[in-house]
């Protein structure tokens, strides 16, 4: 069985983002059963770990001696092994590869510039001077993938490991309406969220982080 190294506590405005629910959410939608193994900030820099997770974060899996870090590509391992989540046909498979990447190398980065300014450095002068720039670059990046959309369903004719990753990278904007108010993002989202598959992975995320949040608090 699938093991899944994801984080006991976060705090309020990181539930419900945190990466190992991308996985959670792939894993749901193809059927395969998993574990969860969950961490701390005193785990994630033991040796142990650092072997896992170079960086000492989540999400990691363990699978007959295979190791895998980073979402994306544990998201791509799960796909390749399910119909649910991926074409059976090598172009097929080829699209959905190409907006995996597309989510993580030019979107994420710009929707994760944003959100680093909104949360960490909101009060620092640097950040409210460079926050219209980067909103509208965002924004820019966004009105692409938009165009793109628009009239479709899903990226690729039907709901497959591409638009998992790219609602889950969207959903990184929740704090703004840049997102909710686009006519066709918004929907977009919305259907991905609105996945049973989606809601199972965001309970069972949510509930670890209120099993431990009076532990975590106490401590």
Known sequence: MIKLYAFRWVPDFAQGLVRDLRVRWA?????????????????????????LQPWGQVPVIEEDGLVLFESAAIVQYIADRSEALSPTDPMGRAKVAQWLFAAMNSVEPHVANLGNIDVFYAD???????????????????A?????????????GRFTAADLM?????????????????PVLGPYVARGEGRPAFQRALAAQLAAFKDNAAATEAA
């Not at 701390?40 to 142990?48: N, R, V």
């Not at 409210?128 to 820019?140: I, Y």
């Not at 692409?144 to 690729?156: C, Q, Y």
């Open 27 to 51: 894993l749901e939608e193809a059927g395969i059963p998993y574990e969860t193994t969950l961490i701390g900030p005193d785990e994630t820099e033991t040796a142990e770990y650092r072997t």
């Open 124 to 142: 620092q002068e640097w950040a409210k001077l460079r926050r219209p720039s980067q909103e509208a670059f965002t924004r820019m990046k966004l």
């Open 144 to 156: 692409s993938l938009a165009k793109r959309l628009d009239g479709k369903t899903w990226l690729e």
């Open 166 to 182: 790219m609602v889950s990278v969207l959903r990184g904007l929740r704090h703004t309406d840049i997102v909710t108010s686009d």
